[in-house]
């Protein structure tokens, strides 16, 4: 099978995600006419040139870069508008489900409230039947503890609008995460599941630190994990998923290439993965490039590939009932087989 016959089934496959920024996988004529909404930029004079903006030098820089971003999002509107941009960007992919994050406090600069942040986003994702969309709350640990708290308390007041869950991004290299340890036990109480950004911009000790204080369900990222063997072993002892994003990771300087990304070795010591995109529109990947990159610079197989999807709709946060039925879908799916002949793969 030679690549372009590769890339092209992983396009059709069934997928799932859930490492997803609704702010970073704002497709780029959406993005362009926000831009232009709000009267332009002058480091962006053409929609050409909107795409060279996302090159960062190191992780620093891509925070500056999102920040950058966020201000062309300024009215609840605006919000609609992006969510269903991204909902038909995924069904295009066929992406059939997505935990997908959005960060209110990003946005308090521009005096709009996470309620009714949170009810756009859902009106924007309701005409886009094809594909399930849940939404994750990022608490943005760069406001510090107590503003994750209001935060919590606002999204619990829509949590009826399918947020299933919240996480905590933003600079991990400066805001570790035992100072949100409250915060979490709140989110637990009241509900919701939880993830933490760890080991991307920093080192064991964060992803040990989201472990132990926060008690996430789920690491968001854990890339640097390897560096100490004995974390990788728990993971592996108490089942503690990673979601994996290998493009973002290499675009933001992580890891210094895709061949050098630790995924693999993951893999093999049978630690719990699911494949995401991260920010999509900010790094220029797709679920189906991340996936045709793991098998041509990775040396993952097909089944392989097929049973990291089975994964991050094991290690997703829909009712069993549900995943029992999604998993179905994806079986008799033409795509699920379509490199087996139209055999029933595994």
């Known amino acids: 099978m030679n690549n372009e016959t590769k890339r092209t ?19 780029y004529d959406a993005l362009w006419r926000l831009v232009q909404k709000y009267g332009g930029d002058a480091s962006v004079p053409s929609r050409e040139m909107l795409k060279r903006r996302f090159e960062y030098r190191d992780f620093p820089h891509f925070i500056e870069t999102w920040a950058w971003k966020n ?30 994050f959005y960060s209110p406090p990003d946005f308090l ?43 919590l308390a606002e999204v619990s007041e829509v949590k009826q ?25 709140q989110a637990r109480q ?31 990222h854990g890339t ?24 973002s990771n290499v675009k933001t300087g992580v890891v210094t290439s895709y061949e050098d990304h630790p995924v693999r070795r993951y893999f093999e010591q049978g630690v719990a993965l699911s494949i995401n995109t991260d920010d999509p529109k900010m790094f220029g990947n797709s679920l189906a490039e991340e996936y045709a990159l793991l098998v041509e610079k990775q040396g993952f197989t097909l089944a392989e590939i097929r049973e ?11 009712p069993e009932g549900r995943k029992r039925q999604m998993m179905e879908a994806f079986r008799a799916d033409p795509g699920w087989s379509a490199r087996d002949g139209g055999q029933q793969a595994p």
Not at 116 to 143: K, M, N, S
């Open 9 to 27: 089934y992983f396009e059709i496959l069934p997928k799932a995600e859930l490492h997803l920024h609704l702010e970073g996988a704002i497709p």
């Open 224 to 247: 640097r994990a390897e560096e100490d063997p004995r974390l990788v072993a728990y993971l592996v002892e108490q089942e503690i998923p990673l979601e994996m994003c290998p493009l």
């Open 308 to 318: 990291l999807v089975r994964g991050s709709i094991g290690m997703s946060w829909m």
């Open 190 to 220: 009241l509900g919701f599941r939880t993830s933490g950004h760890a080991g991307e911009a920093a080192g064991p000790k964060s992803v040990w630190g989201a472990i132990r204080d926060l008690k996430v369900d789920r690491i968001g």
């Open 109 to 151: 600069r521009h005096g709009l409230k996470t309620q009714r942040i949170t009810e756009a986003i859902r009106r924007g994702l309701e005409p886009v039947g094809a594909i399930q969309v849940a939404l994750v709350a990022d608490l943005v640990r760069d406001f510090g503890a107590e503003r994750a708290a209001v935060t």
């Open 71 to 100: 201000q062309f999002l300024r009215e609840y509107e605006d919000f609609t508008f992006i969510a269903e941009a991204v909902a038909r960007d995924l069904v295009s992919q066929n992406i059939r489900y997505a935990e997908m």
């Open 161 to 185: 609008l399918g947020v299933v869950g919240v996480g905590i991004g933003g600079s991990e290299q400066e805001f570790p995460p035992e100072a949100f340890a409250e915060v979490f036990v």
